[in-house]
């Protein structure tokens, strides 16, 4: 008597074991995956938080630049050339650090410090995503061009005041900061104003005060290692400053908020982002690491508070 053919789904669990077991499945695939992983994991695309950091300053600028309504152009080279120089940096800032991660509790993990992958890697990633920024800003006006050399200037070479400089926050600060101008340079073809110096400021200023918050997650590791970094620098008056630059960031903006006759709105952003300023201040009263890092993620809501009440004021007038 002969047997009964096998039905579909003994074919296709056949099918599916021969096809699992061929090199490129078993072997191929999972190493790729995994290399994949550690990119992604040097570019910190697993946690977008500083994306969206350097984000919010961009917007603001876009928005006050163009009276609520950015060039389309502009705004997608602007947004894809903050999350390409954002991860080009994050390689760069690895390479620099190679030596010192695998020292630090935060940053043990990350690809370089556990050999996942060279260092020659995160340079030709670096370089090859610099590369892709320098064409779509190629795509802008001259005077936004050359302000993008000292732009990219001040992001690559900031990894390495962390040896020398005091204060390397500052230097972040502008870097994070310099799209501001930028962006009034993209939209107008002119010189920045006055008032993109004062976003500037701003920007500065606040970023200064959420890396001294994350710098104060590392304060023992880096004071060990010889690493500079603010929270080093202002030592038990750390708090009493971030929340005076708190304030003059505020006042700036306010004064931003002052001469292009913004009202309500804008105001409630204001108010909004003074309050998650005191939540932050309340969250490092103890200079606990955990609680230091929940403020430095905190001040997305900053950010985003700003850009909101910019945007529904040009919404609603």
């Known amino acids: 008597m002969s047997s009964s053919p096998p039905d579909f789904a003994s074919r296709l669990r056949w099918l599916g074991h021969r096809i699992g077991s061929t090199p ?34 961009v917007l603001w600028a876009l928005w006050l630049s163009s009276g609520g309504k950015p060039d389309p152009h502009v705004f997608i080279v602007f947004v894809l050339g903050t999350v390409l ?24 993990d990350r690809p370089l410090a556990t050999g996942e992958l060279d260092p020659i890697e ?19 006006n001259h005077l936004t061009q050359l302000m993008a050399i000292g732009g990219a200037v001040l992001l690559l070479t900031y990894p390495f005041m962390k040896r020398f400089f005091p204060l390397p926050q500052f230097y972040l600060g502008a870097a994070f900061t310099w799209s501001v101008p930028m962006a009034y340079a993209a939209h107008t073809g002119e010189y920045p104003p006055r008032m993109a110096w004062l976003l500037f400021i701003a920007g500065l200023l606040w970023t200064m005060a959420y890396d001294t918050m994350y710098a104060m997650v590392d304060r023992e590791d880096d004071r060990k290692l010889g690493i500079r970094s603010s929270a080093i620098l202002f030592g038990d008056a750390d708090r009493f400053i971030i929340g005076i630059m708190q304030l003059m960031s505020l006042y700036a903006l306010w004064l931003a908020g002052r001469e292009l006759e913004l009202g309500l709105w804008f105001g409630l952003g204001l108010i909004t982002a003074a309050i998650f300023s005191l939540y932050q ?33 040009y919404v609603f007038r």
């Not at 994991?41 to 969206?52: E, F």
């Not at 991860?87 to 760069?92: E, F, N, T, Y």
């Not at 340079?123 to 795509?139: D, H, K, M």
């Open 281 to 313: 201040q309340y969250l490092i009263r103890d200079r606990r690491p955990e609680e230091c890092f929940k403020a430095f993620i905190n001040n997305n809501y900053y950010g985003m508070a700003i850009f909101i009440g910019i945007a529904l004021e």
């Open 85 to 108: 120089t954002r991860s080009a940096g994050c390689a760069m800032n690895d390479f620099a650090d190679r030596d010192f991660d695998a020292h630090v509790k935060r940053t043990r």
């Open 122 to 140: 995160a340079l030709a990633l670096c370089i090859s995503l610099g590369l892709v920024a320098i064409g779509l800003v190629l795509t802008m």
């Open 24 to 57: 490129f499945v078993a072997e191929i695939l999972p190493a790729a995956a995994k290399r994949a992983n550690a990119y992604a994991r040097l570019l910190r695309l697993d946690k977008p938080i500083g994306i969206w950091l350097l984000l919010w300053p």
